[in-house]
Each structure stands twice: as C-alpha cells, then as structure tokens.
C-alpha cells in the first residue's frame, strides 16, 4: 500500500506539471485536462516519492511536485519495478501498469535545470481501466495481474432493451478489474433460457473466460430462468459457492434464502450466477473473491492440488 502525494497536471508535454491536489481520472483516457491523456497507453505517468526526494538530495535542488512531468507522485511503493500489467487500484479507480521508463523528451525542462531527469529510468506509465476521482492523501494499492479472462453477463429483459442502466454488470467488471482480471467479453441479454445458456456454452467451449459471472435473474419471477440455464450446461456443480453467499447474505436479510443463484463447472470454466441488485452482487462477492484464484488455478491446470491431510 501507498498513498498519493501529488496530483498534477499541464497543458502541454514536456514540461513540468502543476499540483491540482485533486482531479477526475476519465476510463480510457487518462487525467481530464491533462496534455497526456488520450486514446493511447500513456495516459497517465507515476513516480515514486522517495525517488524524488532522493534526486534532490543527491543534486542539493528542491523540486516542485510534477516537475519531472508526473502526473500521480506516489509514497511507500516502489513503481519502477513492478511488472508490465500490474493493477493500481485508488478507491474504485484502477490502473494498469503498461510501460516501464521512456525516451526523454527533447529539450525536457527540468533536465535543463538540473541536468538530469528520473523519469525516463523511474517513472511509470498507465491507462486508466476504471475511472473516478482521486484526490492528495488517497491509499494507493499495487496487485499483480493473475492472469485470467472473465466474462460478464447481464440478464435482464429491461436492460437487453436498453431501457435500463446496468449497474451490476459495471460493479462486477470494477471489482474483477481491481482484483488483476482482464475482462474478455461482456454482453446484456433478455431472459431467455435458452439464449443465456448458449451464451454460456459458448464462452466456455471456445475458451473465451476461465470465469464466468452473471447478474439478474436468480429471483422467484417466472421470467427469472438464469439458474436453470446454468443447470442446463454445466458439468459439475460447485455448490460451496452460493452456500457460502446465501450463509453470508442472511446475516444481512432474511430474504436471502429466495435467491436461486447456482454455480458450476463446464470444460475448465467456472459459472457463478450473482443477484440482480448492485449492493448484493457486492455482499456476495466479497465471500468468494478471496478464494477464487485458487479455484480457478486448479481448474485451468495452473496450479497444484490442495494439501492431503
């Protein structure tokens, strides 16, 4: 963990950036108002604030905040080396390591100030997975990329007709972001049977997602037919998995004994279908988060078979 010590921005590249404390981080983009921001993999730029103050140090010159042109200064990580991939998640805000180092720009402005500059061997660069706002003082926690594609499915007849925004497809695809998912497909569908099972027989077969979540659907309604479509194609039931939700959820509402929310195993795809509800997709992702790299590290031959006892 770290924690944000500048937020700077600047008009135009090349130069020195100005601290704003606080600014809007816009999803594929980058900072809103910043030179650097853009449809590319630059979007924003980070070093880290021991660096900083170690270079002042040793060249005897006090240094504004972005002056070597950052746009995030951080504290208590050490950016330079962490791999190509690695998420940066502040608050709901995720970021995705895509360069190490660069070029010095010609004519850098603080290179001709004081010689030399740390950004092209120290800095990092990023592009901005989910948007927000962020703000001086916010924690700053670095999670590695764990290499698995997933997929997320709506289920609802109102959302399939655009005549509702969904929330819980974009909470699910935050935390997944978050916790190092790449997400590999995403799609809305009416409740329909049997279009929600070929969707999902068809993720799982051609091996688009090693995970697979949907939202909506699990209730009593006679148009609530998501657990039967996940019945109908998977091989193996996981039943630990909405156990576990329905055990955590009726801490918190009785009515959680009404969701209908199955799980299971198809090819090497694990399916978990989620409530339709923001708040309790978030509840029940909490209980399995944790433990799903695991799972799923076993499912795709990636990792060892738990301990014998």
């Not at 998640?89 to 010095?104: D, F, H, S």
Request: aromatic share 4%; charged share 25%; proline share 3%.
């Amino acid at each position: 963990m770290g924690v944000i010590k500048a937020v700077c921005i600047s008009e135009r590249k090349g130069t020195a950036k100005d601290d704003v404390r606080e600014i809007e981080l816009i999803e594929n983009h980058g900072l809103a108002g910043d030179s650097h921001a853009g449809d590319w993999h630059r979007q924003v730029s980070l070093l880290s604030y021991d660096k900083v103050r170690a270079f002042e140090k040793l060249a005897d010159f006090s240094l504004e905040s972005g002056a070597f042109g950052e746009n995030l200064l951080v504290e208590g990580i050490d950016l330079s080396v962490l791999p190509i991939g690695t998420r940066l998640v502040i608050g709901e805000v995720v970021l995705e390591v895509t360069q190490i180092g660069k070029e010095c720009h010609h004519g850098c402005e603080i290179r001709r100030q004081v010689g030399d500059c740390i950004m092209p061997r120290e800095g990092i660069f990023a592009r901005v997975l989910v948007g927000g706002r962020i703000q001086v003082g916010d924690g700053i926690e670095s999670i590695s990329p764990n290499g698995f594609r997933a997929a997320v499915l709506t289920i609802s007849d109102k959302g399939a007709k655009g005549e509702r925004e969904d929330l819980s497809g974009a909470l699910i695809r935050r935390v997944l972001k978050a916790a190092g998912y790449e997400i590999s497909h995403t799609a809305i569908l009416p409740d329909e049977r049997e279009e929600i099972a070929a969707a999902l027989t068809k993720l799982s077969d051609e091996q688009t997602a090693d995970l697979i979540l949907t939202t909506g659907g699990t209730g009593f309604s006679p148009r609530d037919v998501t657990p039967e479509a996940t019945l109908d194609v998977v091989e193996r039931l996981v039943p630990g998995i909405p156990e576990a939700m329905r055990s955590a959820s009726l801490a918190v509402t009785k009515r959680a004994m009404l969701t209908r929310a199955q799980a299971g195993i198809r090819k090497q795809t694990l399916i978990i279908n989620l409530p339709g509800s923001p708040k309790a997709v978030r509840e029940n992702m909490e209980v399995f988060m944790e433990s799903l790299t695991h799972g799923l590290e076993i499912l795709t031959g990636r990792g060892g078979e738990c301990g014998q006892r």
